[in-house]
């Protein structure tokens, strides 16, 4: 359509360019010759000469426009090619205008979605946030817990080796009771067999004595070969009767280095007329005082030098009138 609306437009152009250009050269030529000769003009017109010349310029018009017309529509084709390649093109640019509006949709739904998993990774972050807090507060919390184990199992330590060495020591005093237990064992032992051997002695004493006081008198005093030393007997009143003598004694264990004092009493209605002590060690027994308590008994205080037991015997002799 437009190819030919060019054609027709160049073509009525080229005619009335003919025609003006025509009409030009019949004035001329007919006013040039009017004025030379008069008529003659008009004669040589009527020839037709100048028709032959417009005629060879048409000619060489129509060349000349056929040459333009060829070319217009050269470079109208040129342009319609250009027209479809630029169509083409602009398929080519709405495909992808329409391709990348696609990408962006996607893109827009991408991002959409990204912003979504962002919001639920910012919630995650700040729950995990909130797990890393409190985790690090346990952490503290038992570390402090830890802090205190070992403090306390320091002390528990601390605690054991004392007990350790308490037990140390409660065995060393265990291991020294033994040994004086032991120790007073064998102290009692023998003085065990010191007593049998005091008992033994007294259930002999009577054997012993060889010696006899007169009337009026009384035993004052057994001498180690059996004699007696007698003292006569004062009646209260000046009155006489039967005299009876009789011998009372009181044992006790002595420790070492350890004093004592030791009393014995006649019995009832009758008095003391002398005492006497007796020690399986004398060597190892000092007396340092000896004196009577009243006429119904004596009081004998020893001390024992020796490092051990020591078992002691005082004997009180007694008279009765009877």
């Known amino acids: 359509m437009h190819s030919r609306l060019w054609k027709n437009v160049a073509a009525m152009a080229l005619v009335v360019a003919v025609t003006l250009s025509a009409q030009g050269n019949g004035n001329g030529n007919g006013n040039g010759n009017g004025n030379g000769n008069g008529n003659g003009s008009s004669n040589s017109g009527s020839n037709g000469v100048p028709f032959q010349g417009l005629q060879s310029q048409i000619d060489q018009i129509q060349l000349d426009l056929d040459s333009a017309l060829a070319d217009i529509q050269s470079q109208i084709d040129a342009l319609e090619g250009n027209q479809q390649a630029q169509g083409a093109l602009i398929d080519a640019l709405n495909t992808a205008v329409f391709l990348l509006q696609s990408r962006v949709t996607q893109n827009e739904a991408d991002i959409a979605a990204l912003g979504a998993l962002s919001a639920t990774q910012a919630q995650l972050i700040t729950a995990l946030q909130s797990q890393l807090a409190a985790a690090e507060a346990r952490i503290t919390a038992n570390e402090n817990n830890i802090a205190a184990l070992i403090a306390a199992d320091q002390l528990l330590h601390q605690l054991i080796a004392a007990l350790e060495d308490r037990v140390a020591t409660l065995e060393a005093q265990v291991a020294q009771n033994t040994s004086d237990i032991a120790t007073l064992q064998a102290d009692l032992a023998a003085v065990q067999q010191q007593l049998l051997l005091v008992q033994q002695e007294l259930a002999l004493k009577q054997n012993r004595v060889n010696g006899v006081c007169g009337t ?107």
């Open 216 to 322: 009026g008198s009384a035993i004052r005093q057994i001498n180690s070969d059996g004699t007696v030393v007698c003292e006569a007997i004062t009646g209260g009143g000046g009155g006489g009767g039967t005299f009876n003598s009789l011998s009372v004694n009181r044992g006790a264990i002595i420790s070492a280095g350890g004093v004592m004092t030791l009393s014995e009493f006649c019995p009832s209605g009758s008095k003391t007329t002398g005492a006497g002590y007796e020690s399986t060690t004398n060597t190892s027994m000092v007396v340092y005082e000896i004196q009577p308590n009243g006429n119904i008994g004596w009081d004998i205080s020893f001390r024992n030098t020796s490092t051990g037991l020591q078992f002691i015997t005082i004997y009180v002799m007694c008279g009765q009138v009877l």
